[in-house]
């Protein structure tokens, strides 16, 4: 088994993260993408899509979704689940998830990738080469202070994003509520709820930098 990865970035962090939390080490090979090495012909016959991380399986197998790479993680490794025991924590924590993917994590992407001379003709990640859209830009921004409402709400009584125990969805959740940062976009005085919650992510040993 192989792990592809850049660390700095939030897709592969958050295999990192989830890895740390379970014990799990892999063989890692970087790819800088400050040198643009995920669109390079020879990373591209391992994983055509041009994305980190990918995990190549010793049967040859490529995967290249976070969440696949984590679920496959999890079933080779099921102690500590944090997918969920249950039925009905593997849905919510799914739902949350899911959620903060699809709403906060594009969110980001869109308000991070469509300004800039370095997303010119990138504002997507991977091999298709698309244009800016700067509409997105306050889209985006828009998209990411309502989540985050969304979240401070959600942790007025839930210890952890999907309830009282920590889950993949505090992963997703941590990464991306660092990486708004890059669009300069941190947790307000008032959202206590989720400023409680992210000091307590930050002091666990798998989210140290
Ligand atoms: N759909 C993949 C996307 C992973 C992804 O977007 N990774 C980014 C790094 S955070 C990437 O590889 N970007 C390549 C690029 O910008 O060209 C997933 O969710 O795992």
């Known amino acids: 088994m192989k792990l592809y990865s850049y660390p700095p970035a939030p897709s592969p962090q958050r295999v990192h993260i989830f890895m740390k939390e379970k014990g799990i080490a892999v063989p890692t090979e970087f790819i800088d993408m400050m040198k643009q090495e995920q669109l390079r012909d020879e990373y591209k016959v391992i994983n055509p899509r041009g994305t980190v991380p990918t995990l190549v399986l010793d049967d040859g197998t490529i995967i290249s979704e976070v969440t696949a790479i984590c679920r ?3 079933a080779i490794n099921p102690g500590n689940p944090l997918f969920g025991s249950d039925a009905k924590q593997q849905a919510v924590i799914a739902e949350w998830d899911h959620r903060i993917e699809m709403e906060l994590l594009t969110g980001i ?4 990738r469509n300004r800039g001379e370095a997303f010119k003709n990138r504002a997507l990640p991977g091999a298709l080469d698309i244009e800016q859209i700067s509409e997105l830009v306050p889209r985006g921004i828009k998209r990411i202070n309502f989540f985050f409402e969304i979240l401070n709400e959600q942790l007025v009584n839930n210890a952890y994003v999907a309830g009282d125990s920590f889950s993949v969805a505090d992963i997703t959740a941590f990464v991306c509520v660092n990486f708004a940062g890059w669009v300069k976009i941190t947790v307000p005085e008032e959202q206590t709820h989720l400023r409680r919650w992210l000091h ?6 798998s989210m140290q930098p």
């Open 109 to 112: 992407a869109e308000a991070f």
């Open 72 to 74: 496959y993680f999890e």
């Open 200 to 205: 307590e992510m930050s002091q666990r040993p």
